[in-house]
Structure formats: C-alpha cells, structure tokens
C-alpha cells in the first residue's frame, strides 16, 4: 500500500482585523490565528523542521502585528477568516513548490472553535 509522508506544522499569527459588511465595517478586533500547514515533500527525505517554519513565517511576516484592513490585499479584499486562508494558501503553496515540497492542506483558525480549512484533492 502506498505511503504518503507529510509534516505538520502549527505556528501562530498575531494580528487585527474588521470585517466589512453589506452595513458597514464590523469592529476592529485582534486575534492569535492558529495556522496548521501540512507539507508534503517531492521525495522521501528529511528536512529540519526549522527550515520548514522559515519558510511558513516567511509568507506571515507581511501580515504579523498588523491591521489586516490596511494590508495589501485586505485593503481592497474583505479580511474574512476564509480570505485570509485563501490568500495563505495560494502564498504558501508558491513557497513550498518552490522548495520541492507541496502544502497538501492549510487550517486556519481565528478561535480554538473556528476554522477554515483547504485542502489539495487526491490524485
């Protein structure tokens, strides 16, 4: 039976945001999102876990500490907790092609009890 190998990794964001509604924008509001990323490498190898996290916090420098709102996107693109996983995603996934590994599922979550999750389909 086949094998698939994977790392998880669980890092941590400190930022703010305000979410814009159909009546206006919501309150600002800070949150520790909680980012699970799950990496898959090309080949059965072994890399350091902290080369992985360098990678990982690389992609959430821009957005650390910061108001969300004010932040290229999320200056145009509403802050929702499903945007910013998106933008994450799409942002990690480049990073780890680009490092012969392949992010096959990404969780972020804006509380212990909410969370938006991606994940690659099976080949």
């Known amino acids: ?15 703010s945001h305000a979410v814009r509604w159909a009546g206006g924008t919501g ?7 909680e980012v699970i990323s799950e990496i898959q490498l090309d080949q059965e190898q072994l890399i350091p876990f902290n080369d ?9 420098e821009p957005y650390t500490n910061q108001y969300l709102n004010e932040v290229p996107p ?15 995603f799409k942002k990690l ?3 780890m092609a ?8 990404l969780e972020v979550g804006e509380s212990p009890t909410r969370f938006y999750c991606i994940s690659l389909k099976g080949d």
């Open 1 to 15: 039976m086949p094998q698939v190998h994977t790392y998880k990794i669980i890092s941590y964001i400190n930022a």
């Open 27 to 33: 309150k600002p509001h800070n949150h520790t999102w």
């Open 52 to 60: 992985i996290e360098a990678l990982i916090n690389s992609v959430f």
């Open 74 to 88: 999320f200056d145009q693109t509403n802050p929702t907790l499903e945007n910013i996983t998106k933008l994450v």
């Open 93 to 95: 996934s480049a990073v």
């Open 98 to 105: 680009a490092n012969q590994s392949r992010l096959v599922r």
